[in-house]
């Protein structure tokens, strides 16, 4: 069940010319009982006094050593004029915010049977997944499921937890980190990288219907053009996930 509650921020950096990584706590010390994949919604005001809300995915890794606090993060993308990022860009640390959730059902199944994930996204869509590896690691572990992560960017500057996911998959031989840069290629190439968008790079990893299941959290258009493509692929429908993200004012 969702909570209202209201967060303190503890620290923040930039992920990204354009992306701000926010670590906060509940002021009042309870935990946040969330499952890997699901969002929170931020509540504030309009310069006019009219409330609104925007909503973020939790980034936080349980477990992860550089998490000690068990703090909740999440990556917040500036829009040019945007009444949430002239918010969450000023926070200081020891600010505090109104918050709600966690919301959503964009998660990893206990009742999934597959034995791989194909796990696509976009920009800040790709913070769900950082969120699901201890749990992907458990189920490679466990029943040798494996996970392909495509993560599409402009460039390697803006691959967002992109050293994070480089890690894991050369720590966990299931997972698959596969970055596709659709602007500016790095010099060298690296080996893992494609050029070009993800929905392009999809069929070189042959989607199965009998063994995948897909997420899809991003940009609208890449989610719609992956879902169709993941269709020709004769996925059924009950297997391809899909969260959009709609950039807000």
């Known amino acids: 069940m969702a909570e209202h509650f209201s967060l303190r921020l503890k620290r923040a950096h930039m992920l990204a010319p354009s992306v701000r990584h926010l670590a906060f706590e509940r002021v009042d010390g309870a935990e946040l009982a969330y499952i890997p994949g699901q969002f929170l ?4 005001h309009y310069d006019d006094g009219k409330a609104t809300k925007r909503s ?3 980034a936080t890794v349980a477990g ?3 998490n000690s606090e068990g703090l909740i993060e999440i990556a917040v993308s500036y829009v040019d004029g945007g009444a949430a990022t002239k918010l969450l860009s000023a926070l200081q640390a020891g600010d505090e ?4 959730g966690p919301y959503g059902r964009f998660c990893l199944q206990d009742a999934d049977t597959n034995t791989r994930y194909l796990l696509i996204a976009t920009g800040t869509g790709v913070t769900p997944y950082r969120a699901m590896l ?3 690691r458990e189920l490679a572990q466990t029943r040798g499921v494996e996970a392909l992560l495509l993560y599409g960017a402009r460039n390697a ?3 967002l937890y992109g050293d994070e996911f480089e890690a894991f998959a050369a720590e966990v031989p299931q997972f698959r980190f596969v970055p596709c840069l659709s602007r500016e290629m790095r010099t060298p190439v690296r080996g893992n990288e494609r050029s070009g968008y993800v ?3 999809l069929a070189e990893f042959t989607p199965n219907p009998t063994s995948d299941i897909a997420y899809l959290c991003g940009n609208p258009n890449m989610v719609d053009a992956c879902f169709e493509a993941l269709k020709g692929f004769d996925l059924p429908i009950p297997h391809i996930r899909r969260e959009k993200y709609v950039s807000s004012k």
Do not use: K, N, T
């Not at 919604?41 to 504030?44: C, E, L, M, S």
């Not at 915010?97 to 709600?100: C, F, N």
């Open 41 to 44: 919604q931020v509540h504030f």
């Open 56 to 58: 973020y995915s939790v």
């Open 64 to 66: 992860d050593p550089q």
């Open 97 to 100: 915010i109104a918050a709600s």
């Open 134 to 136: 201890p749990r992907l």
């Open 157 to 159: 500057g803006e691959l």
């Open 199 to 201: 929905q392009q790079a």
